[in-house]
């Protein structure tokens, strides 16, 4: 607390704000992803994946970053980060675009990281996720898990596949956030949104209380600790259907994460649960495109089938690979699968993919180079 108070501004002005609006424009200008605010550079976007600073600015300073900061914010959100040292929000932009914002002290200054949020939904064929990943939306029962690095676009496949359910059936939606990030309305189905430090004290707290809130559907924004993992089994297990996310890059990673969370007496009990609970897994990650127009997405697919379930209640997931590079049938696809599919349709080129795949030897005989 000590740094940030030498750092306290006073009540931001209204120019602060629109400086700040100002560089979120640039940012969405130049086709960026991400804004960020950090002492001793000017304002930086990453643009495909790469970053840059925007043009025309000077190295920000102490005292810029903390009034671009405290312009961001209520005066309630403004004690709660000088108490704390981090704070995630949502932050709107009329006529733009809403953002998802994380603060933090480096070096006893302020930073910033500004990600966009689209203000539409995008369908999923429309994001390039497979056709097969739709069903999910469709099961009333069970954990589905979007996975994938930070960045690679899990908060919006999961947005879609909410939003197919919201178009398509009837049920009530619970969402948990930190921060809400797509706003859903009220369509086929009847939709609540909770958001982590406003609504709600935490992720296992409101997961816990939803399931007397009538749901039928469940989205955690992430399973961060091991009450929050399993009450969605719990939720999963008892006629729910939880959607949720996890920062692993495969699926088979994705079964030994869940199963990691719990301490090792009670893991033989988890693989039992988790393999009666699971539907699926979609890992994603985005790829440069060949042409240099952004990136594309590439989607890894697991299906839970009887097969599937008994390697997870069995230990054996080091086989699940295998299992899905043969499970087309039934919807699945393995990464570098969708991989040699995008060098074909010439999305990507052969060397982004072999520096991307899971295994080369895989890779290199899926696009022939074998």
Known sequence: MDGLQTLS????????????????????????????????APPTVRVNGQMTYLPDYPKLEPHDTAMLVRAALTDEQWAFFEENHELDFAYSVDGLSRFRVNL?????????????????????????????V????????????VTGPTGSGKTTTLAALLDLANRT???????????????????????NQREV????????????HALRQDPDIILVGELR???TTSTALTAAETGHLVLATLHTQSAAQTVDRVIDIFPPHQQHQIRAQLAAALQGVVTQALAPRADGQ?????????????????????GKNHQIPSFMQSGGRE???????????????????????LSLCHSQEDYQRLTGRM
């Open 294 to 314: 952004g990136r594309t997405i590439i989607t890894e697919i697991m299906v839970a089938t009887s097969a599937i379930r008994n390697l997870i209640r069995e």
């Open 104 to 132: 933090y002290i480096q070096r006893g200054s302020c930073g910033a990281a500004f990600r966009g949020i689209p203000h539409t939904i995008k369908p999923l064929e429309e994001l390039g996720v497979p056709t097969s």
């Open 9 to 40: 501004p006073p009540p931001p002005r209204g120019d602060e704000r629109a400086a700040l609006d100002t560089m979120l424009f640039a940012m969405i200008n130049a086709g960026g992803s991400d804004l960020h605010l950090t002492v001793g």
């Open 134 to 145: 739709a069903r999910f939306a469709n099961l009333h029962r069970g954990l589905v898990l």
């Open 225 to 227: 600790d091991l009450e």
């Open 169 to 191: 059936r009837s049920a009530h939606i619970i969402t948990i956030e930190d921060p809400i990030e797509f706003l859903h309305h009220h369509k086929q189905c009847l939709v």
């Open 331 to 353: 919807g699945m696809l393995s990464f570098d699968q969708h991989l040699a599919e995008r060098v074909q349709q010439r999305l990507i080129t052969f060397e982004q993919g």
């Open 197 to 208: 430090g406003a609504d709600t004290d935490s992720f296992a707290t409101a997961l816990k």
